[in-house]
T-cell receptor, first 113, second 116 residues
Framework: DSGVTQTPKHLITATGQRVTLRCSPR?????VYWYQQSLDQGLQFLIH???????AKGNILERFSAQQFPDLHSELNLSSLELGDSALYFC????????????FGEGSRLTVL | AQKITQTQPGMFVQEKEAVTLDCTYD???????LFWYKQPSSGEMIFLIY??????QNATEGRYSLNFQKARKSANLVISASQLGDSAMYFCAMREHNNAGNMLTFGGGTRLMVKP
């Protein structure tokens, strides 16, 4: 158990819909990262938040947005869903300093039909 | 250019034998970290081992060791005495010091299958 909690674990929805994925980082970790893992694109970095502030954006679509709240949990919002958005979405957190390994949640598997 | 390259999409190894999973990286940053993660069929990402670019010795964690060859920009993972539970996807990743986002960049992964 990494200590990172993601909900929901599985989600099935239709094209055009909107979903919200939630992540609670490990206790004490200020950084939250979101990654998307699809079969054809591998693990792609989406966005990084540190203590409530956006630090970096990766290959995140304009239809997607995220935020980190004062209690440090984070939400990833996916809207106008397309079939190609079907993927495993990971949240990860890390310590400030140290080697900086990421501790991943179990992922949220999104299926868009 | 790819920052992390894993050239072996899939590999077989006999149980109890050692196996090496290849990883090469590309960076001009003198300070960086290299990581290996394991992803079993259940999907979670499990951190295995870390190597810093300034570390003089190869990292080891139990049956895992990292064969770090800085000049060749390679960071191969060696798993000794393979077990059936080692069957999984393995990902190599890198963090560059000058990376403002501090995120890890992952390779495409290698699927390891351990034969009984």
């Amino acid at each position: 158990d990494s200590g990172v909690t993601q909900t929901p674990k599985h989600l099935i929805t239709a094209t055009g819909q909107r979903v919200t994925l939630r992540c609670s980082p490990r206790s004490g970790d200020l950084s939250v990262y979101w990654y998307q893992q699809s079969l054809d694109q591998g693990l792609q970095f989406l966005i990084h938040y540190y203590n409530g502030e956006e630090r970096a954006k990766g290959n995140i679509l304009e239809r997607f947005s995220a935020q980190q709240f004062p209690d440090l949990h984070s939400e990833l919002n996916l809207s106008s869903l397309e079939l190609g958005d079907s993927a495993l979405y990971f949240c990860a957190s890390s310590l400030t300093g140290g080697s900086g390994e990421l501790f991943f949640g179990e992922g949220s598997r999104l299926t868009v039909l | 250019a790819q920052k992390i390259t894993q050239t072996q999409p899939g590999m077989f190894v006999q149980e109890k034998e050692a196996v090496t999973l290849d990883c090469t990286y590309d960076t001009s940053d003198p300070s960086y970290g290299l990581f290996w993660y394991k992803q079993p069929s259940s999907g979670e990402m499990i951190f295995l081992i870390y190597q810093g670019s300034y570390d003089q010795q190869n990292a080891t964690e139990g049956r895992y060791s990292l064969n770090f060859q800085k000049a060749r920009k390679s960071a191969n993972l060696v798993i000794s005495a393979s077990q059936l539970g080692d069957s999984a996807m393995y990902f190599c990743a890198m963090r560059e010091h000058n990376n403002a986002g501090n995120m890890l960049t992952f390779g495409g992964g290698t699927r390891l299958m351990v034969k009984p």
